[in-house]
């Protein structure tokens, strides 16, 4: 299984990204969004993490629906790509 990103913790709060398999895992959907403008992910909170063996099979389920992520691409190159100027961004000129 590549490595994929399958979801993330903010504020004590577990949101995995949405898949068909997981809504088979968790009795009681809850969708909710991570910070502001995010897609809605199913929040699993706290207290259901205590259970280490359905939460296994939760994210594994997960990671197994979603596609692998998309190359990326290498730190010198984006870094280069940062630094070129485009259409309308040209030498800074004093005054």
């Known amino acids: 299984m590549a490595c994929k990103p399958v979801g993330l913790v903010c504020d004590d709060q577990l949101y995995l990204k949405p898949t068909d398999a997981d809504r088979a895992i968790v009795d009681a959907v809850v969708e909710g969004a991570p910070y502001p403008g995010a897609k809605p992910h199913f929040m ?51 005054r």
């Open 44 to 94: 699993i909170t706290a207290d259901r993490w205590e259970n280490d063996e359905w939460l296994c099979d939760l994210v594994r389920a997960t990671a197994r629906e979603l596609p692998p992520p998309k190359p990326r691409k290498p730190a010198n190159d984006r870094q280069r790509e940062f630094e070129r100027p485009g259409p309308g961004r040209g030498p800074v000129r004093e």
